[in-house]
């Protein structure tokens, strides 16, 4: 996340002049099944050292103007020196122009789960040790992924997955040119051991893997960065396969499932007088957002107190102070952590906290593109190991379900089992109690109402009508 | 069937009924509710702890009582333009806390009912005879007319709750417009407040032959 390349102005920006309809948050990835849709597009961007990989990235990523855009370097891959290598390394007696000189294993689990959609950690490498740093980068949710390296076209394996592949063509001079620039001005190295790594390593390296890997390109840009007409090109092709991947899923989440009776995977908070008057107070459209605020935080901790009764049991036997033991239950569960779905889903965290004691807290900001009408992701902030926890996920309302479907997809992208969520709202719509069991069979669906249909707008009926709106009041004025 | 058993056992909803009659109501339970009398009954959980889970079980045991309160149906216009068929709570309740540990459930009758009045009973009971005297009583004025909810979290033998019931009596207040709010109570206790006040509605969390009387020490933190 903290790498891709997104781009979080406020105001949605359309790129009509280039077809590709992209606002900052990044669109559905995936289908009603809530299965991978769309696979993010893999370029590769291969060439010698000093070649100008990274600038032709750049400017591919600039010209592309897209959000959520992800760099893998090749060098984070650079396996871990032993003592001898590392002095070696020292000496400029190490190879690191060599295809053994890379993790390849690790870098196709990585490729291939970013491909997936899915939550990578990719390793920083120290070159003062060798070795790589304790912390990593996650990456996650990238549209257009780039990998670059010297070897990027060297592994089979590796090259199956690039849906495009771009050779950086430099002479070889003016790569030698900076080479010797790069090495002694920035780094601070000495003109006789750069010049005998260039000739030990670098230059039979390109001769012998990195030269003929030139045959796989689908591209040759030469001159690297400067070479406009080449990069326009190129972004051309990427905006078309975009286009090509575009995807309404809320369109037909809205349609499927009429009829089908309730999922079993549903639990509907139990209709007590108290929770009928509750719910009489937030959706009638008079009440001051004082009583509104009030009466929907009582609802929402005893939907959350509902939810964690929901949790694995067993029983638990203690000593009490008068003396016998007492046999009682207690939750298998440790560690659950409350993600909530901005804005709306946000009102609940207080109650989730009043019942967990330091619970953790992640937020996930979904926002409805007002042209496309879709759910569009624009940030998430997660519990490192959230795969660990429980995680219940809160949204006051569900009407189609289109932006808490994303919510957990982006969950399953980070490795919960599906079976660990349970999406909690005060109110949900049946098509999206639906559309969400359909997807997910095994998510937990708690709420305290469930109301039969939703509106054009797809605003639950009877409803509540804009619950983020009115519970932070920022409703429109005009509305009378 | 006996009412107070030998072996050591909750009852469920189905003995309730049978032995106290429909005026004696049980919290829903669910595994939630378990772990939260678990750990009120643990001897090792810390005072932190124990208030803090008491609080939430206090709040929940409040949120069923208050089902009990009269309630009328009525319809409300949602933003959407919808109607929705909903229901209004009747007005004139009032909450009646027994000093000390009927205090406890102050804070969680105030989190669902803001501004709602609450008067106090204090009763002092007899070390040895158990005798239980009103020492202090102070009510809202029109408590006659009121409905009231009256707290009091542990009950072992009745005889405190049946000495304020007397007091609500004598202000005017009828027996079956009572209900009691309690987290743990004994089938002695229950028999005995249930034969002394049958029109009254009791709510417990858990009826258990063996009371956890630590709890006002414990959550006041004087013990």
Request: glycine share 6%; with cysteine.
């Amino acid at each position: 996340m903290s790498q891709s390349n997104k781009r979080t102005t406020a105001e949605s920006i359309l790129h009509a002049d280039r077809r590709t309809i992209y606002t900052a948050g990044r669109p559905p990835w995936y289908n009603c099944t809530g299965g991978q849709e769309v696979e993010p597009f893999l370029i590769g961007i291969g060439g010698a050292s000093a070649s100008g990989k990274t600038t032709v990235a750049t400017k591919i990523i600039e010209s592309l103007n897209i959000p959520w855009v992800t760099i893998v370097s090749m060098d984070s891959f650079y396996k871990v020196l032993n003592e001898k290598q590392h002095h070696a390394a020292m000496r400029n007696e190490y190879n690191f122009d060599h295809p053994d000189a890379f993790d390849i294993e690790l870098l196709i689990t990585v490729l291939q789960r970013l491909k997936e959609g899915k939550k990578v950690e990719v390793p920083i490498y120290n070159y003062v040790t060798h070795s790589r740093e304790n912390r990593t980068k996650t990456m996650y949710g990238a549209n257009v992924i780039i990998f670059e390296g010297i070897l990027a076209f060297y592994n089979a394996d590796v090259l199956k997955l690039l849906d495009m592949k771009v050779f950086v063509d430099t002479d070889a001079d003016i790569r030698l040119a900076r080479r010797l620039r790069r090495d002694i001005v920035q780094r601070g190295r000495d003109l006789e051991g750069v010049l005998k790594q260039y000739l030990t390593h670098v230059k039979p390296a390109y001769q012998s893997y990195i030269a003929p890997s030139m045959a796989h390109a689908d591209i040759i840009v030469p001159r690297g960065g400067d070479n406009h007409v080449a990069i326009a090109l190129i972004v051309q092709h990427v905006h078309k396969q975009l286009r090509l991947r575009g995807f309404k899923v809320r369109e037909k989440l809205a349609v499927a499932h009429i009829g089908q009776p309730l999922p079993d995977s549903l639990y509907v908070l139990k209709n007590t007088p108290q929770v009928q008057g509750l719910h009489t107070f937030i959706r009638n459209k008079d009440t001051p957002r004082d009583e509104f605020i009030f009466y929907s935080k009582r609802l929402m901790r005893l939907v959350i107190e509902f939810a964690l009764s929901l949790m694995p049991y067993s029983d638990h036997e203690v000593d009490t102070p008068q003396g016998f033991a007492y046999t009682g239950r207690k939750c298998d569960v440790e560690k659950i952590c409350g993600v909530s779905i901005l804005r709306a889903g946000e009102t609940m965290e207080q109650a989730v906290c009043d019942v967990c004691k330091d619970i953790r807290i992640g937020k996930i900001l979904i926002q409805t593109n007002q042209q496309t009408d879709e759910p569009e992701l624009y940030y998430l902030r997660l519990p490192k190991d959230i795969k660990d926890y429980r995680v219940v996920l809160m949204d006051a309302t569900v009407a189609t379900g289109a932006a808490a479907i994303m919510a957990i997809r982006v969950l399953l992208d980070h490795d919960v089992p599906e079976r660990h969520i349970s999406l909690v709202s005060l109110l949900m719509a049946e098509i999206g109690v639906h559309s969400i069991a359909y997807a997910f069979p095994e998510v937990k669906i708690v709420t305290s109402a469930l109301d039969p249909e939703i509106n054009e707008k797809f605003y639950v009926l009877p409803g509540i009508g804009n619950f983020g709106d009115r519970y932070f009041g920022t409703e429109p004025n005009d509305e009378e | 069937m006996e009412i107070i058993d030998n072996d050591i056992r909750q009852w469920d909803a189905n003995d309730i009924k049978e032995q106290f009659g429909d005026n004696l109501m049980l919290l829903p339970s669910n595994d939630n509710i378990k772990e939260l009398q678990t750990i009120l009954r643990d001897k090792n959980t810390s005072r932190s702890d124990f208030k803090f889970y008491a609080d939430r079980l206090i709040r929940l045991v409040i949120e069923e009582s208050l089902n009990k309160l009269p309630f009328t149906d009525c319809e409300v216009v949602t933003p959407t333009g919808a109607l929705y068929k909903g229901l209004k709570y009747g007005s004139g309740n009032c909450g009646v806390s027994i000093v000390r540990s009927g205090e406890a459930m102050e804070q969680g009758l105030r989190d669902c009912c803001r501004s709602i009045r609450i008067g106090k009973i204090l009763v002092e009971s007899d070390n040895d005879t158990h005798e239980a005297h009103v020492v202090y009583a102070k009510f809202p004025e029109d408590i006659a007319r009121r409905q009231v909810l009256l707290m009091y979290p542990i009950m072992s033998t009745g005889n405190t709750v049946k000495q304020a019931v007397n007091v609500l009596t004598q202000h005017g207040v009828k027996e079956e417009r009572i209900i009691l709010s309690n987290l743990f109570c004994t089938p002695a206790a229950a028999q005995a407040v249930v034969d002394y006040v049958p029109k009254m509605k009791i709510l417990t969390s858990e009826l258990h032959p063996v009371a956890p009387n630590h709890f006002g020490q414990k959550y006041f933190g004087t013990d």
